[in-house]
């Protein structure tokens, strides 16, 4: 992945407002929210959640599909995992540990002087 493509992911996810839309976005899984839904169970107004949304979907962290009368938004949980297991394998605790690993391997078989 991208330092461009990972920036504009978590930006994505940057400000608490939107940790809450998408947090009901991968509640709601495959039956997708409303912008109405949305601002009911987060508490925000329809228009700040429309704001974010627009962001998230710009990104592709977030889909829309529509049902007739209005769109429902989804969140895109292949997109989400792919980040976050990209995160965890480069930044995470697995980085660490294989870092730690690697140096104690170094070190076992360095020569005693």
Do not use: C
Not at 17 to 45: F, K, P, V, W
Not at 78 to 106: H, I, Q
């Amino acid at each position: 992945m991208e330092n461009r493509q990972l920036a504009r992911l978590l930006g994505s996810l940057s400000f608490e407002e939107r940790l809450r839309i998408i947090g009901a976005l991968i509640s709601a899984i495959d039956a997708g929210l409303t912008q109405h839904e949305l601002a009911e169970i987060t508490g925000l107004s329809p228009n700040a959640v429309w704001v974010h949304l627009d962001y998230m979907m710009s990104n592709d962290v977030v889909k829309s599909r529509n049902n007739g009368l209005e769109k429902i938004y989804l969140a895109n949980l292949p997109l989400l995992e792919d980040l976050f297991l990209f995160m965890n394998e480069n930044y995470g605790a697995g980085v660490r540990l294989a870092n730690r690993a690697a140096s104690m391997r170094a070190k076992a078989i360095e020569p005693l002087s």
